[in-house]
């Protein structure tokens, strides 16, 4: 048997886009909102169905995300599309199921000091908050993802045991969450740690409950990815461009760029129904309209001559 044919390798991944949250939340540029939505147009035309657009977090604390709750509203309805909004707390849920959101993302960090710093309370504190929201979200119809931040290490405090990551899991997963979404927000694992990390959540919680959501911040996000790929993971976050980061993490780069991971998955034959030329052109929206960097290594080869 082939090496391919021998790993767990999906024959199809979902593409989960965070550009619009994740990705410019950390930009220091305050995107206008008419710009947002064309954004988000230019993601759906590429042919993502599952977005992440922006988080009902104090506008104090990200500042980028400040115009969630008019952005949901006017949102495109499009069949098939999933719109994502992060809801730090129960405010936050009260403002996003008034705005119409309907697909929420909770946090929660694996970390103590992490989890202070980016939403300025304790781990167990978050994690009564979070089955309150819980509570109420799916009694209100709506659909569910969890994140737990810093899974593999803390830029505060170090290692980060995976034990504690997997309880924080199948504690998200016993509230009704949909998918746990494990991330590396500073870019700190190793690929032994993703292999271990994606066999142990896979066999105890299944694929489609688990996503990985890699940051290329010493660009090691693609290696993850395909270490993930080779154990059966079958949902992988992705901004284009490769924007963002944190914005309470030092050292938090983007997250691993939407079309560096594309071209991956298309080499390897893994489907995904985006098309990575449709997302090459948002990123050089988002370059000229905009002014944003992008550290996309492929969207650099692709605009070379342009
Ligand atoms: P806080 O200051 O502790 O809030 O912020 P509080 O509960 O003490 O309340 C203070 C005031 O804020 C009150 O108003 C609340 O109503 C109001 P007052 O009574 O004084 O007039 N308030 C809010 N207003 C609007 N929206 C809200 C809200 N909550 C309270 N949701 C809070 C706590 C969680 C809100 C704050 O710490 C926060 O917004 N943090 C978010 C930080 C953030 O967005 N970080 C980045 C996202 S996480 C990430 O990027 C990692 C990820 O990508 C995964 C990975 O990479 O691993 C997801
Ligand atoms: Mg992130």
Redesign the pocket.
Known sequence: MSGAAASRRPGAVRLFE?GP??GL?NEALLVPLEQKLRFIEQLIAAGLSDIEVG????????PQ?ADADELVRRLPAREGVRYWA????E??LD?ALAAGAAHL?L?ASASETHSRK????SVDRVRAENRRVATRALAAGATLRG?????FGCPYEGEVPLDRVLRLAEEYLEMGVAQV?L???TGMAEPDQIRRAAGRALDAFGAERIAF?L?DTRGTGLVHALTALEEGVTTLDASTGGIG?????PG?AG?LATEDLLYLLDRLGIGTGVGLEGIVAASQWLRDELGLAIPSRYFRFAIADR
């Open positions: 965070v949250r994740d939340q988080a009902f977090v104090h506008p104090k604390w990200v995300m992060l809801v730090p707390n405010r936050g403002r993302g946090l980016n939403i300025n309370r994140y737990v931040s810093v899974a979404a991330g590396d927000t959501h940051h980061g944190c914005p309470y993490a938090a997250n």
